[in-house]
């Protein structure tokens, strides 16, 4: 489920007692279906002509602020057309000559011959009636009347409301109506397309949107809201687990016999959390009593109660809806008794989706369902996928059990806002489902954070027409809004527009909510045809500003969707003028990444997904492979640095007073990693950073699991980094602390512990470009290391961090000349709402008189590399494997693979400089196998392309073929590409109550040789 944000779901509502009653019985009646259109005839009354117009506007003299607002609605786009003015009076006067009667005025039974019937229209309906020479706008004060103006003005003055900010308003030597008789009433009583654009109130209000989001106000009617910040998931929000869960875990789900509260939910059976919620529920309404909807629903995840009394219910119902219904049933009656006309709203969401089998929702109980795990190619109930079919059922089982059921629907890419989603087949045959199948309030969740999402005006407005009245075609509609909102480009965008729907028309292409433009069904010569369309549309109307911007906006999907289907290219970072710059960077690629930045900052684009956070972090990447990354610099104790917040929040440059640059940018710098394995990463995510005088802060949060605090001081005692980890979790959590620094010293170097005399060299030999080594806890004798090297007369001194040091890893690279230490910490427990704190601290150590003579070999060759266990990635520390002590190991460590699964757990995603360029290499693997008494699989492993989707010499040897301790084991022969990774998993057995053949699986090391 999406989430929006409840502090902006506030919002005043112009709402009588009367019009309660009203709204109630409309979102019951069955006369919600969709609009009855009468026929309009010629001849009708001439508005105005030639500047002038004979008409008075007459509302009435208790008119609402919605009355008052059609009214200076109407008279500002009749003056607009035609330049007529026209006068507005009250229904006190008499009548004028020739009036147009908005509401009901005392003068409309005269004018009509008969007493309006309102019951039809309920609070947003209207009808539109010529009485020659008058007209009338009949509807409530609610919304119908003002709703009834904006449909007089589109349907018979052409006025067009396209998007926030492009309208179409006709220029009219004169305006006349046909004869008319219209009634319209809505076919959803809550109607909400969700997106950014469909925010403003007067927008939103033109488009007839009722719903709880956008910021309609007393003027434009109010709306249908929900109330005290109780708008979804709001389990936690009413019962923080940190503010019961210490003391009373029995309140939250018992997952595999433990009480948990880290993405669980609420135990539903437990009276005292009936009881709780139910006062909190209460509590809110009490603050907010005009709202009409209160939430009570499922947190955004899994993890549902299993206790005895939860899953008996849910057995006996047939569905894990039945602990909920249950529940919120529950929590509804005591509401009824103080607040009977408040519905408490929960949702049908992934495991509540199927209904109960005996349970009903009480009478002020509003189920809504889900979609999300649907496909959208086409409609619902057209849709061969099995979760279609299976939503189907549910709906039709929830209508058959309530009739206040409302949809929340999902009708943008949540993963790629920029990206193509060809999903407007499928939205008028949605919408007319959902009314079939007597679905009162309809919720289409779009991309509600930032403008300019694929095609988001467009559906925005298709959905606000659909959820007024879905049986009207939507061919009438795509020509109005391609005409209207880019004008002359119209053709080329359209031709693109119907070849992008019908590339998921086939029966087995399926559109999910999440899916990348690397989908099977997108092709290069697609996109290529796509790109000069686009060129053709913005060639069309480079003369128009305002047609030209939405042109421009509505071509990123296509730049967009080229970049991230781009042939995987060997990037990397180089220091030059003070900034990291990309090489290896495709000049195609980079035109097209800084049009797409410039179009973004353009159009004031601040989410391009729905995640915040990879946000952030593909503009950095996409800044790092244009203009590249200038540092923030701090200045303090004679030192200088310089950080990277868009990439890592890492510390790139130290320099005292020569300028010297101590660090290497390229290979990280100074930051921190929580990992298990794979330690030899360099971080890249955004960070934000203050910085003043010698102090700088950079902040990030890694979501689920901490907030990440980096301090940076520059002091006469050096540079201070202290990074800072504040568990966002109930629930204590295990970190795996790693504290970098790649330190710019030379070829080789050496180090020398605090308190003692004898150099450790880390020297590289011939045939290698890099090579690891590791002081492990035993040889550990201080925290502080002098790191030198004698040709370049340079020296770091580091201050490790405090703490259970298991080991300092060191990875020399003779061909960038640098040296990256690794000051690997035990396992920490992190505490719930905790705080852990390391801090590494470095300074320049001088000249000294004595520096290790290390040779420093002039030329290497990309001849041998060693593949340390530390350096390998690990999927799912601490539950699939981890990094332990073993004194067989040549390092006296390794990475002990668990034989729960037989996942390819262990991989190493290397990068192509650290090899000769088309060459061939011999993989090998130092592994010892753990065997029981069974025979099986012992283990599995081999080199996998991810471009080409296909493996190279997969080893899979048995456990009777494998000899005890440490062995080596060719794994294949093959030339390294961009994409590939090495891989290495416990021994296949059979998931059907099957068992490993072993214990466990140690890797000590890969070895990769260069074949002549």
Partial sequence: MKRADAGELQSDMYERTSAMCRLCAQLLAPLVVAPTLGLAQPGGPVIARDGASDYTLVRPGDSSPSQVYAAEELQRYVKEMTGAELPMVTDDQPLPAKAILLGVTRHTTAVLGEQPDMSKLGDDGFRLVTRPPHVCVIGSPVRGTLYGVHGLLETHGGCRWYAKHHSVIPKLDSWTLPQLDDTQVPAFAMREPFWWGMFDGDFAARCRS???????????????????????????????????????????????????????????????????????????????????????????????????????????????????????????????????????????????????????????????????????????????????????????????????????????????????????????????????????????????????????????????????????????????????????????????????????????????????????????????????????????????????????MSAMPVLYAR??????????????????????????????????????????????????????????????????????????????????????????????????????????????????????????????????????????????????????????????????????????????????????????????????????????????????????????????????????????????????LQRVWFLTDAEREFTRAFALLAPQELPAQGSLSFSLGVATAGRLSSLPAIEAIETHRFDRLVVEDCMIGLGRPGEWGEIVADPEADDGFAMKLFNTHYEWCANWRFDLTQFAPGAQYKVRMRIRVDKTDRDGNAFWAGVYDTVKKKGFGQLQPQTSQVKDGYQWYDVATWTPEAGQYLWVGPGVFSKDGGQSAINALYVDKFELTRVE
């Avoid at 529920?281 to 005895?308: H, M």
């Fill in 563 to 804: 970049l991230e289907r781009w042939p995987k290219m060997a990037v990397r970072q180089e220091w030059r003028d003070g900034m990291l710059k990309p090489v290896g960077v495709a000049p195609e690629y980079a035109a097209l990444a800084q049009e797409l930045l410039a179009r973004i900052a353009e159009g004031k684009v601040t989410h391009l997904c729905e995640s915040s956070e990879r946000h952030a972090a593909y503009l950095s990447m996409l800044h790092s492979r244009t203009d590249g990354l200038k540092p923030v610099t701090i200045s303090g104790g004679g030192l200088t640095a310089g950080l990277i917040a868009e990439s890592g929040g890492r510390v790139v440059t130290l320099a005292a007073t020569d300028g010297t640059n101590l660090l290497c940018p390229e290979a990280g710098g100074i930051d921190f990693a929580d990992a298990a394995a794979g330690v030899a990463g360099i971080e890249t995510d955004p960070y934000s950073v203050k910085a003043e005088g010698a102090t700088a802060t950079l902040r990030r949060e890694v979501r689920g699991r901490y907030r990440i605090a980096r301090t940076v001081d520059a002091t006469d005692a050096g540079l201070t980094v202290t990074t800072t980890l504040t568990s966002t979790r109930t629930e204590p959590q295990t970190v795996y602390p790693v504290v970098r620094a790649a330190l710019a010293l030379g070829k080789a170097a050496g180090v020398l512990q605090g308190g003692t005399d004898e150099w450790v060299p880390l020297p590289v030999a011939e045939d290698q470009t890099f090579a690891p080594f590791s002081l492990a806890k035993p040889q550990l004798r201080s925290r502080s290391l002098l790191v030198a090297q004698a040709g370049t007369d340079r020296a770091v001194r580091l201050t490790l961090p405090e703490g259970d």
């Fill in 210 to 552: 009722n719903g709880n989001r956008p910021d309609l106000k007393e003027k434009h009617g109010g709306k249908i809201r929900f109330g005290g910040g109780l708008f979804v998931h709001t389990f936690y929000p009413l019962m923080p687990p940190g503010e019961f869960f210490a003391e009373h875990p029995e309140f939250y789900s018992e997952l595999n016999g433990k009480r948990t509260a880290e993405r669980a939910q609420l135990c539903l059976t437990n009276p005292d959390v009936v009881r709780i919620m139910t006062e909190r529920v209460l509590e809110r309404i009490r603050k907010d009593p005009e709202a009409k909807l209160f939430s009570v629903s499922q947190n955004d995840w899994g993890g549902y109660c299993t206790c005895s009394k939860c899953r008996a219910i849910d057995e006996r119902e047939g569905s894990l809806s039945g602990t909920l219904i249950n529940f919120v049933n529950q929590v509804a009656e005591a509401v009824e008794k103080e607040f009977p006309d408040v519905w408490i709203e929960t949702l049908a969401y992934q495991y509540t989706r199927h209904p109960p089998k005996t349970l009903k929702p009480r009478r002020n109980v509003v189920p809504r369902l889900c979609t999300i795990e649907c496909d959208f190619s086409k409609p619902l109930d057209v849709s061969s996928y099995e979760q279609n079919r299976k939503f189907v059922e549910d709906i039709k089982g929830w209508s058959a059990i309530t009739d206040k059921l409302y949809v929340w629907d999902y009708t943008t890419n949540f993963g790629h806002y920029l990206g193509p989603h060809p999903n407007f087949g499928a939205l008028r045959g949605n919408a007319k489902f959902f009314r079939d199948n007597h679905v009162v309030g309809l919720f289409e969740q779009g991309a509600y954070q930032a403008p300019h999402a694929e095609f988001a005006e467009l559906r925005a407005w298709v959905l606000a027409k659909l959820l007024w009245n879905p049986d009207q075609e939507v061919e009438p509609l795509y020509a109005d809004f391609f005409n209207g909102y880019y004008g002359p480009a119209a053709k080329p965008i359209r031709a693109y527009f119907d070849e992008l729907q019908a590339l998921v028309m086939p029966a087995d292409n399926v559109l999910r909510i999440w899916l990348p433009p690397t989908s099977p069904y997108y092709t290069d010569e697609f996109f290529d045809r796509a790109a000069k369309l686009w060129a053709e549309a913005e060639e069309l109307v480079k003369g128009d500003p305002a047609l030209s911007y939405n042109v421009r």
